[in-house]
């Protein structure tokens, strides 16, 4: 997908915390059908970024726009019904529950609003094809009937992706993906991202810089709360301010 109009945009997006800046004036535009990462070093805000834009937290000052929409002073559920949606922000895991039927809550979750434990069997069964058709976009169609405590951990945040994406975003918010994987791990999730995104657009925060060279159009680049650098992979590694930010010295 090439990146196309802005899906997401903030403008002067300011958090304080007690007298500590930990936002500073972020004006940030993802572009749809973008890959686009979040990077800097420990402490550069990006949490908080992320929790501004789910309305996790509430902006000192500074808007955001998400489809043309300010969503600013919007709810957290009410931001994520129209499809502005973090990982692991509403679906979590039921270890005892098969995969399968993991992915059946979410839907029923993301259709019905409430947990609904009187729907018949019958009506569970209709979900089947699309859970599974969810299940496979995550490369987990072979375990379906595996309870999710049995899966190993990529696989179990596979899933939490496949339940995440029963959500339908438009704009998937991924909080370090590939933390704590091992090498295999994490090229599986780095492919189920680009997998994701052929028919989303997704803002990651990511410290492995060579997931984010590999997967995203477009890194911006924060430091002390305040974007630093923006664009290619190319054109922000050999940016010598990022470099001194990364090492703390000029290059
Ligand atoms: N609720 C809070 N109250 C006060 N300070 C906070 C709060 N949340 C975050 N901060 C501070 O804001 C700054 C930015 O934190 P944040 O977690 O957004 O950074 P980060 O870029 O996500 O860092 P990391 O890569 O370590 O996760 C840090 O100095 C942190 O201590």
């Known amino acids: ?20 800046l930990a936002v500073k004036g ?3 535009t993802v572009r749809r059908g973008a890959i686009h990462a979040l990077i800097g070093p420990n402490g550069a805000g990006k949490t908080t970024v992320f929790n501004l834009l789910t309305r996790f937290v509430s902006p000192t ?39 399968l ?16 434990f009187w729907r018949s069997e019958r009506a569970l069964a209709e979900l089947d094809d699309r859970a599974r058709a969810l299940l496979a976009e995550v490369g987990l169609e072979q375990k379906a009937a595996v309870p999710a405590v049995e899966l190993p ?33 994490v090229g599986r999730v ?15 925060v990511e410290h492995n810089l060579p997931v984010v060279a590999g997967l995203c159009d477009v890194i911006t680049v924060l430091q002390r709360g305040a974007v630093l650098a ?10 010598p ?11």
């Open 241 to 251: 301010r990022v470099l001194e930010a990364y090492i703390g010295a000029p290059a």
């Open 26 to 28: 972020v004006s940030l």
């Open 1 to 20: 997908m090439v990146p196309g109009d802005a899906i997401l945009e903030t403008r002067e997006l300011t958090k304080d915390f007690g007298g500590f």
């Open 230 to 239: 923006e664009g290619s992979y190319a054109e922000v590694s050999r940016d």
């Open 190 to 204: 780095a492919e189920l991202i680009r997998r994701a995104a052929q028919r989303r657009t997704v803002l990651m």
């Open 153 to 185: 951990y990529g696989q179990k945040r596979a899933l939490e992706l496949a339940t995440t994406l029963a959500l339908e975003p438009a704009l998937l918010l991924l909080d370090e993906p590939t933390q704590g994987m091992g090498h295999e791990d």
């Open 101 to 116: 039927e993991n992915v059946r809550v979410a839907l029923q979750r993301a259709r019905g609003g409430t947990f609904r």
């Open 61 to 99: 000052s500074g808007t955001i726009h998400f489809e043309g929409r300010d969503i600013t002073r919007e709810r957290p559920a009410q931001v994520a019904r129209q499809g502005l949606v973090r990982s692991f922000q509403i679906s979590a895991v039921f270890p005892s529950l098969s995969a």
